[in-house]
T-cell receptor
Framework: DAKTTQPTSMDCAEGRAANLPCNHS???????VYWYRQIHSQGPQYIIH???NNETNEMASLIITEDRKSSTLILPHATLRDTAVYYC????????????FGGGTRLMVKP | EPEVTQTPSHQVTQMGQEVILRCVPI?????FYWYRQILGQKVEFLVS????????KSEIFDDQFSVERPDGSNFTLKIRSTKLEDSAMYFC?????????FGSGTRLTVV
């Protein structure tokens, strides 16, 4: 079973920041938080991951609470092309472990 | 940017026939995966492959499924005797220690 809880859907206005929450209250010390997204029926696309510290890359920012029980993915200036299903996944740091996808959050960016 | 390439993009097969789905992982990746997604459902892990052997597999990956790296570059998924319920998108992924990249998928339709 997926170890995360996400809202089923969210809307965001184009050009505004999209803040996608994720709860992972049972996360263990060696588990990373990963975010992927899936646009229509394409393959999931890696966005960002983190362990304890906040992370930022060219796509998004990841804010992880101090107790690590929740996180927020931030798309700073959402565009229509960011409309997708966003998956928050916790994964053991040991390489080779599978990703367990939940239902994700369906983000709809509206003009 | 390096990509995971999957062929064919769409395959239609008759029930009971064997199919081979092909993947070319990113060249310096050491970990390989197959996932599937039945229409409208979650992305499901099938199998992971490392050091020329299966490292993990799910309950879905029964005796009808097999994987191999026939020539050190390609990574294949074989379904020996397809069933109607095998109809799905099949995604290959390859990765490093911290995450992995998915291909665009093969849509398998069993009729």
């Amino acid at each position: 079973d997926a170890k995360t809880t996400q809202p089923t859907s969210m809307d965001c206005a184009e050009g505004r920041a999209a803040n996608l929450p994720c709860n992972h209250s049972t996360i263990s010390g060696n588990e990373y938080v990963y975010w992927y997204r899936q646009i229509h029926s394409q393959g999931p696309q890696y966005i960002i991951h983190g362990l304890k510290n906040n992370e930022t890359n060219e796509m998004a920012s990841l804010i992880i609470t101090e107790d690590r029980k929740s996180s927020t993915l931030i798309l700073p200036h959402a565009t229509l092309r960011d409309t997708a299903v966003y998956y928050c996944i916790v994964r053991d740091g040991n390489a080779g472990n599978m990703l367990t996808f939940g239902g994700g959050t369906r983000l709809m960016v509206k003009p | 940017e390096p990509e995971v390439t999957q062929t064919p993009s769409h395959q239609v097969t008759q029930m009971g026939q064997e199919v081979i789905l092909r993947c070319v992982p990113i060249s310096n990746h050491l970990y390989f995966y197959w996932y599937r997604q039945i229409l409208g459902q979650k992305v499901e892990f099938l199998v992971s492959f490392y050091n020329n052997e299966i490292s993990e597999k799910s309950e879905i990956f029964d005796d009808q499924f097999s994987v191999e790296r026939p020539d050190g570059s390609n990574f294949t998924l074989k379904i020996r005797s397809t069933k109607l319920e095998d109809s799905a998108m099949y995604f290959c992924a390859s990765g490093t220690l911290y995450g992995y990249t998915f291909g665009s998928g093969t849509r398998l339709t069993v009729v």
